[in-house]
């Protein structure tokens, strides 16, 4: 019979009276699902703010120590943040590993990431988080780099452990560097083609893997777990018209997200800030759909990504009885699709709606370039952009041309023009 190493938890989840401090228990139920935890026991308290020793108190403290006894765990897990010395505190009352809900996050993304680039931004998380926290001295460096030998002279043990994982955070950035600097070249290609990208956001197991693969026939991993996907992928889809467009499936977001994750994370965040486009996918079988919806757009705007327009994709519906199949609305300026990506209905009403707004208006505009501007006037006329053009008493370029205000926008902040010198009224 083989043996089960799964490790066996212990999981605890205390209400506060402070929606701040409060984080949903179904939803840490899910992400212990996705670590591949055994959740032997579950131990739920109320406080009104959090023990500053040990978080909890010392009656809850031994309800834990007494489950964690009878199931013999391997570690305890909280639902929420803890301090560095609550987490020692209470490894120390407890004799077992003590993870709060930072870690167990990191852990699942330390499971999911496939692409060397993934590896690199948990691994960079990972230590971040570690740094603030070095509370089992070299027992976790050990089984990565093995003591011996890289001890400095006249070192604690603590400082050995901080100098070695600053050098690697270091050594981190600069591989990053070198990944981001590959992505901005394929991003400059696709600027150059004129192809737009459509990013696919939303909360962790929202459906936008599913959907993803039903667009563009990716065949990616989908599951039923929190993070099942995290590396960014990107993926040619045509729309209703025939036109191509990049759609990039990214990680899904979640409440509270921890900030070590967005500064790890970021070159792949600026998938979702560069786009044309955000797919925000929304699953409409979730009773908190209108808590999450801002919670993903808290994070959006957090990575400078609000001045996107979005689609509201709402996925799922064929576990929704009598929803209709194919639905499509507008809430103020923002578009809604109501979409099932395993029966594929609503499917063509979304990339409709895609052809739609992935094929700007072109109005007539009319520049005025001065005289040393003669680069930007060689880049318009290349375009094939422009309709006329005359010179004025200055010296000035006088050029209209004929395109949407977006793309003119973005050609004036590329080459380093002030939007003056658009002058429709001539």
Not at 256 to 272: K, M
Request: aromatic letters at 4%; one cysteine or more; a neutral charge.
């Amino acid at each position: 019979m083989q043996q089960d190493n799964t490790e066996k938890a212990v999981l605890v989840h205390i209400n506060f009276r402070n929606p701040l401090l409060s984080e949903e228990v179904e939803e840490f139920i899910q992400l212990t699902e996705s670590a591949g935890l055994r959740n032997l026991a579950r131990i739920t308290g109320t406080r009104t703010v959090p023990n500053p020793r040990i978080f909890v108190g010392s009656g809850k403290l031994d309800e834990i120590r007494d489950a964690v006894n009878q199931v013999q765990a391997d570690v305890v897990v909280f639902n929420h943040g803890l301090s560095p010395s609550q987490a020692r505190n209470l490894e120390g009352e407890l004799g077992c590993r003590v993870i709060d809900r930072i870690g167990l996050i990191l852990d699942i993304f330390a499971q999911r990431a496939r692409s060397h680039e993934g590896k690199l931004q948990v691994e960079l998380a990972q230590l971040e988080y570690l740094s603030t926290r070095l509370v089992r001295g070299w027992t976790h460096l050990e089984r990565q780099k093995g003591g011996i030998g890289l001890r400095g002279p006249g070192e604690t043990q603590l400082e050995t452990d901080r100098r070695l994982i600053s050098k690697r955070i270091k050594t981190i950035h600069l591989q990053l560097a070198k990944v981001r600097c590959r992505r901005q070249q394929g991003k400059r290609l696709r600027k150059r083609t004129g192809t737009p990208v459509v990013s696919m956001v939303g909360y962790t197991n929202a459906g936008k893997t599913t959907l993803f693969n039903k667009l563009t026939g990716a065949g990616l991993y989908a599951a039923d777990k929190l993070f099942a996907t995290l590396d960014t992928t990107l993926r040619q889809v045509y729309v209703a018209s025939g036109k191509k467009a990049i759609l990039s499936d990214t990680v899904g977001f979640i409440r509270h997200i921890p900030p070590d994750l967005v500064r790890a994370f970021h070159g792949t965040l600026e998938e979702i800030s560069d786009a044309d486009l955000l797919l925000h996918v929304v699953d409409c079988t979730d009773k908190r759909q209108d808590i999450l919806i801002r919670q993903v757009n808290d994070v959006i705007t957090e990575i400078g990504a609000a001045h996107v327009p979005q689609i509201m994709v709402y996925s799922k519906i064929d576990a929704v009885p009598g929803q209709a199949e194919e639905i499509s609305r507008t809430r103020g300026d923002i578009p809604e699709v109501w979409v099932s990506a395993r029966s594929g209905a609503g499917i063509e009403g979304l990339l409709k709606i895609l052809d739609e707004h992935l094929a700007p208006v072109r109005i007539w505009h009319t520049l005025k370039l001065p005289p040393d501007a003669g680069g930007v006037r060689a880049c318009l006329f290349r375009s094939g952009l422009v309709l006329e053009e005359t010179v004025d008493d200055s010296g000035n370029w006088i050029i209209d041309v004929m395109l949407d205000s977006l793309a003119l926008q973005k050609f004036c902040h590329e080459n380093g023009l002030d939007v003056n010198i658009v002058v429709d009224e001539l």
